[in-house]
Structures are given as C-alpha cells and as structure tokens.
C-alpha cells in the first residue's frame, strides 16, 4: 500500500544513532511480535504529544508540522464484534488525539501507527510537511503500481484507514501472506526475485501485506543507508525505527536497556562483569531474538557457573572448608539434573553427619548452630529442647527441613534475596505474598521473578548506564 517512491526517500537523511542496531538482528520472519503489534495502551495521547514534541522543536515557517496539527473528525460506525469500536469524532482534534483514538478503536499499538507515519512520509520528523503530505500520510490507499486513491486522502482517513486495515488482516489472515513458508518479493521489479521467508506470526504477516516486499541482503547490510538497484527499504525501516525509537519490536526492551541488564545480572548473580562475548550473546538473544527477559535470567540463574559458585558456598559457609573435586562436580551433576536445587545443599549439608559432629556432636548442640546458621539467632531454651528430641526421635534432615520451611526462615531467605538484586529490605506485602511461593517452589523461583520485573530493570539501567 505503500509508493515505493516513498520507501526510498526514507532511506536518504537517515541518522544513525550512536547505540545503532545490526542488521544481524533483522529476521524478515518475525518482524515485531504479535503483543508488541497489537498493544493499544502502548501510549495515551498525552504521552504520543509528548513524543512528537520530542521529534521536532520548531517547524519552517508556513508550515504546521504534525505536532502541531488539529483537524475536525467525524463519527465512525463500530464494525462487528472484535473488529474496530466506534470513533466519536470530534472539532478541532490534535494528531495525537486522532492517533490515540484509532489505536484504541482498531486495537493496535499507536507505536506502529507512528512508526508507519515516518517510514512512508517522515511526518513525524518533517519541518515542512504540505498538504499533499497529510493526504497520504500513512499510505494507506497507494499502491506501487498505481496512484493513491483520493477517497482515502486527509490525515484523520489515512491513520483510521490504516489502523482499520491491520485489524482486517489480523481478523481475516487468509490472504497473500500469512503464516508459513511464502515467497516475499525484493522488489516491485519482478526481475528482483524473491525468496521464502518463514513468516513465524501474525503481525509480521500485517506488515507484508501492507507493504509487500522484504529488503534484500544489500539493504540489510547498510541499515541507515542504500542497499542497491533492487533493494526494498519499507519493512526493514519499520523494524529500523520501531527499534530505534521504542526498543525490540519483538520483546519492548531498547538496545541500551538489554546492555545494562546483562551487566547487573552478572555482577548480581555471577559477582563479575560480563565478557564482551556474554553482553554480545545475552543481547543478541534479548534484541535479536526477542526472548523475554525471564528466559536470560533463567540461563543465567541455571548455569554452570552460578552452580559451581553456589556449591562452593555451601561447602565454605556450612562445612566451613573447601569442597573436593569429586564431590562438587557430583552436586553439580545433581543440579543439572533437577535433582536438586543450589538451595536444596544447604538444606542437605545441614543435615549431614559431617556438620552434625562439627556442631558438637549432640542434638542440643546441633539445634543451637542450626538456629544461628538459618535463622541467624540463638535458640530458646525451649526450642532447644523440642526441636533436639525431634532429632532424635525423626533424625536431623526432619528438623532442618522444618526450620527452613518456617515463615521466620522464609522471610529471612527472602529479605536476603531483595538485599542482593533490589538493593532494598523486603516490605510486608511482599512477604506475604512470597514466603508461599518459596516455601512451595523454592528459592529460585522468587529470584527469577525478581530479576524479570520492571524494578529490577529501572535500578539495572540506573546502575549501568549505556552512552
């Protein structure tokens, strides 16, 4: 829908941002996921003026750029039931306003429709935009092999219209491109060729459709510049753009975010920085593939290396003396397996004989160091007693589990964990809502949810800033 025309323009003025993306990570395949796609609270109109402002301080005199520009609207009929919802038009609407309103009658993210406003006019960046420029502004209604159709032209028709469309494709996907293996044109020039892409889901499908070309190696290969005579610029600059001004199209987080998350889950968990090797393999995997922040964190909380460091722990804090060779790589094993968990040692070495006689070789002593070991307090009397005839009629490994499953150890295990990657004290809320959940699931489970939430991801960009 888009005048190849327009496409090319876009490339030329293109400015490249000093934290700038490879086109390694463009995967013609899965352009932008489906949530990020179809997110319509993504921006309100309030924050879509904020981010237009941001794009352009002053236009050229005569000129009314788009962050200025208001036009009156009119009323729209809601289409059937999960398609768009009615628009109440309206005097005098700003473009903001106009954008906010079709993304959320229409259900798509107002990111894209910004995004597709720049790859097919620069509006958003324009100084001096014309009329001619509001009349197509999304191209939507404008072949490549064909004029723009005039019953489509105006700002308020070509965003709605735009919005509308996507809805359609998603709603009715049986078209040209849909999920599987489809050729995909270079360029409008048959003589360009083309090749199968996987296209992996339905947003990507919408952008082919709407523009139905993907770039060649060439255009990849020179993401802010000219590829060659048949290169195609339109998805790839979405991507590009989309990229460049809101973060991964595939997951939500920018460039300079993943960076700065991987340096704090290695200094958090792996008490080191990164090689350059570990930032370019975890962002790859966060940018270039998409993946959730939960599944790095995981690969890094699952590793052989925090493993090895949480077994040395053990060894050193519980039995106070280095592990042998034979026996650490034997827990490591175990961890590998599932068969236990880097917090299940502690439980086992606490358990042991070893520590048993190193404690003093009496169930009175025993519960006294395992009070001060889990629970980092001297025992009462009273627990001395009741807990060293539990000893001795159920056996050590009875008491120990009972103690770390308490709510008291819960809350001390976990106080530790926000200490450590949220550099804060546990609150009460959270205390009651997490000492179940590690009593059930255990320790690691509250690790990963920590370091995946947004809090751990403001302090991770705090913390280690990118240029």
Not at 174 to 201: E, L
Not at 294 to 315: F, K, T, W
Not at 364 to 391: C, I, M, N
Request: proline letters at 4%.
């Amino acid at each position: 829908m888009s005048a190849l025309t327009t496409l090319l323009m876009m490339v030329v003025g293109s400015v490249v941002p000093a934290n700038a993306l490879s086109g390694n990570d463009f995967d013609p395949g899965r352009i932008i996921s489906d949530s990020v796609f179809h997110d319509s609270a993504a921006l309100d109109s309030n924050q879509i003026q904020q981010f237009l402002n941001s794009k352009l301080s002053a236009c050229k005199s005569g000129y009314t750029c788009l962050k200025d520009f208001r036009m009156d609207t009119f009323d729209r009929a809601a289409e059937e039931p999960g398609h768009c919802t009615a628009y109440s038009g309206a005097a005098n609407e700003s473009a903001s306003t106009i954008i906010a309103k079709a993304s959320q009658a229409c259900g798509i993210s107002p990111k894209v429709l910004l995004v597709l406003l720049q790859k097919e006019t620069s509006l958003i960046t324009s100084t001096s935009p014309t009329a001619g420029t509001y009349r197509k502004a999304a191209g939507y209604g404008c072949p490549d092999t064909s004029s723009c159709d005039a019953a489509y032209y105006g700002f308020y028709n070509q965003v709605y219209m735009a919005a509308w469309q996507f809805r359609q494709y998603t709603n009715y996907p049986d078209r040209r491109f849909k999920i599987g293996n489809i050729a995909v044109g270079f360029n409008p020039n048959a003589g360009c060729g083309s090749s199968v892409v996987n296209i992996q889901n339905q947003a990507t499908a919408n952008l082919y459709n709407y523009t139905p070309y993907q770039p060649n190696t060439a255009a990849v290969a020179n993401l802010y510049g000219w590829g060659d005579a048949c290169s195609s610029y339109g998805n790839r600059n979405f991507w590009r753009m989309y990229s460049d001004w809101f973060g991964s199209t595939l997951t939500g987080l920018d460039s300079k975010d993943a960076t700065s998350l991987v340096r704090a889950l290695y200094n958090d968990i792996l008490i080191r920085e990164p090689d350059a090797g570990g930032v370019s393999t975890w962002h790859g995997y966060l940018i270039g593939r998409g993946w959730p922040t939960v599944s790095v964190a995981n690969g890094i909380l699952y590793s052989d290396e925090y493993y090895l460091q949480r077994i040395d722990a053990a060894y050193r804090e519980v039995l106070g003396r280095e592990p042998d060779e034979n026996g650490r790589y034997d827990w490591l094993s175990r961890m590998r397996s599932g068969q236990t968990s880097v917090d299940e040692i502690r439980m086992t070495f606490t358990s042991s004989m070893e520590y048993y006689m190193a404690a003093g070789g009496n169930d009175h002593a025993y519960v006294g160091v395992l009070y001060s070991t889990l629970l980092g307090r001297p025992a009462a009397q009273g627990d001395l007693d009741y807990w060293a005839s539990q000893a001795s009629l159920r056996g050590g490994g009875y008491v120990v589990s009972s103690i770390w499953n308490s709510y008291e150890s819960g809350t001390i295990r976990l106080n530790a964990i926000y200490t450590t990657y949220l550099k804060r004290g546990v609150d009460a809320s959270g205390v009651s809502s997490w000492v179940p959940l590690i009593t059930a699931q255990g320790d690691q489970a509250a690790r990963t949810t920590i370091v995946s939430s947004l809090e751990y991801l403001l302090q991770a960009r705090a913390r280690y800033p990118q240029p």
